[in-house]
DNA sequence: GTCTATAGATCGATAGAC
DNA sequence: GTCTATCGATCTATAGAC
């Protein structure tokens, strides 16, 4: 062990499986701290805001690792490999809709209201980034306003499929084809 | 008044729509009190296995409600006027995103392992008859299988992205697409 | 910076009178 | 069937010793 110092770093990940697993009223401070195996008196001294400043900080940890794995990317990549990239990039993080997206499960109930702009900056990011790959891709304005929608509600609903299910391969199928529906306009 | 006598039926829609705005965690006894106007015995009385029978009734009562006014028909229509049905009676049920699916909500967290049965049935169901609708609009079984899944998973990220950006037209979009793509195979 | 102990509020659920 | 009162557990958050 290397340092026994607890960092936020290392704590966010934890907190954000967490939030995912049981949800932000779900996620009690005492199976924070049952499962982090810090005391109450660390996790209040990293984060002296108490539960919503660790949802806070595990919102934006999520919104780096999108924006430079996921958006900055269909910005930069040449448009077909942005999209290529972008559907392993996700069918990955979300391992086959096990893994839930928090963001937008927290869009759902009234957990958004008390996170709304973090929420929403992380949805418009998406829609943006993927809304002018698709135009570069030679997408009229309005067909790529259409199929970034298309697409990120497929992600989203195929999680969803997916878990209520109980059939990953629901989610795959899912992505499959929103992939197999670009590589045909792309031809 | 016709009287003052609380049934379970009078209740169990306040409930679902308790249940949607907080989550199971977050719908808690107090609020339900506050917001039916019952007393906690009279809300015991109804419910004797608590909250858990709380959400069990509203589950099956809107398994009940898609039964009869989305899977029946679209068993029982022609697949065209099925589908167009369909499309109609979930874009008025959700409201634009604005109401939530409460089982896809539900499938999300942990909340998921204590309504595994009645959220597995929901989303099965509606699947088989999406898909044998499908099939008798002429799509082979696994493009009825595909289909029906890029169908049901839109609508629910469709209210995913509906609720996230604060933009109702979003889910409308998303359905629209939906429709037209139907629409064109149909042809 | 981490510990134990606990405050103060709220949780789900129940008892007993009427 | 509905009321008031309240149980014991759990909740978020903090205090104070080290």
Redesign the pocket.
Known sequence: MAR???EKSDITPMLAELFRRHGYEGA????IVSATG?????L??LF?G???EMATAVLDHIARWFDENVFAPLRGMAPDAALDHMFSAVSDYFRGGQRICLVGAFALDATRDSFAQEIQTYFNDWLTALEQCLRRAGHSDAQARTEAQRILAGIQGGIVLARATGEEQRFHAVIADLRAAQAQIAK
């Open positions: 026994m110092i607890a009690s401070i005492g199976i810090l005391g109450r008196s660390s209040y001294h002296p108490g539960k919503q």
